[in-house]
Nanobody, 121 residues
Framework: QVQLIESGGGLVQAGSSLRLSCAAS????????MGWFRQAPGKEREFVGG????????YYTDSVKGRFTISRDNAKNTLYLQMNSLKPEDTAIYYC??????????????WGQGTQVTVSS
């Protein structure tokens, strides 16, 4: 199992950038594909994208392609989400999770507490 702690959220204006981090505990982080999810108020949790175990394959949902970049540092047990050109519709709580395949939103294990991202217009 991997325990996860997200950080880096905040309140920003449209067009700004943020970088989220997901710190994972446990020795098996590098064994897992990892994903980022988000949940806006009143909406279901949405799969933002995923990355395979070594960072060689990455998937993004259409709404974030060209604006968001997922990366990982297995030596630091950390997953990242670089978010550029933020829009008000990106406002949500962002979560990371281990997933079974980098392009499928099938998570395994527990969720972290999430980090709030709020984008003002």
């Amino acid at each position: 199992q991997v325990q996860l702690i997200e950080s880096g959220g905040g309140l920003v204006q449209a067009g700004s950038s943020l970088r989220l981090s997901c710190a994972a505990s446990g020795r098996t982080f590098s064994s897992y594909a990892m994903g980022w999810f988000r949940q806006a108020p009143g909406k279901e949790r949405e799969f933002v994208g995923g990355i395979n175990w070594n960072g060689g394959s990455i998937y993004y949902t259409d709404s974030v392609k060209g604006r968001f970049t997922i990366s990982r540092d297995n030596a630091k047990n950390t997953l990242y989400l670089q978010m550029n050109s933020l829009k008000p519709e990106d406002t949500a709580i962002y979560y990371c999770a281990a997933i079974t395949t980098y392009y499928r939103p099938t998570h395994t294990g527990d969720w972290g507490q999430g980090t709030q991202v709020t984008v003002s217009s």
